[in-house]
């Protein structure tokens, strides 16, 4: 088995909070980060196959093709976007790196038809990043 990582970045801004507490307890668990107006991030993103080599092609995925998947599902729905505002799973979900992951996860699973998505790994900063391994 190989394992296959490509790496996308983007950038998209957000905000926490939680309609059903207090402003002040969403100030309290939330911080600067409850800011309606919200703040941005850089991420980066590392999606990982898993699979055979092809001894056709000698590859385990056409990286070409999976460069398309990560711009088309997931790369021109979050880059330079308002997390909360502007992509449908985050109207009622806190846009976390840890939702966010998921929710990425949801998005290419489906799509990729060679090997299996193995892994997605985001970076919100350089010091913290989210493993997401599917359900």
């Not at 898993?50 to 460069?67: A, C, E, I, S």
């Not at 449908?88 to 990425?104: K, M, S």
């Amino acid at each position: 088995m190989i394992y296959l990582t490509r790496r996308a970045e983007f950038s998209a801004s957000h905000f926490y909070h939680n309609p059903d507490w207090s402003p002040e307890q969403n100030r309290r668990v939330f911080g600067k980060c409850n800011n309606p107006y919200g703040h941005g991030h850089n991420y980066t993103l590392e999606v990982t196959v898993v699979g055979d080599v092809d001894p056709l092609t000698g590859m385990v995925v056409d990286l070409k093709q999976l460069k398309e998947i990560l711009e088309r599902e997931v790369l021109d729905l979050f880059d330079h976007r308002f997390l909360n505002k502007e992509v449908p799973a985050f109207a009622t979900r806190n846009p976390t790196t840890e939702n966010i992951a998921v929710e990425i996860w949801k998005l290419l699973e489906p799509k990729i038809n060679f090997g299996k998505l193995y892994r997605v790994r985001l970076y919100e900063t350089s010091d913290l990043f989210v493993d997401y391994y599917g359900e």
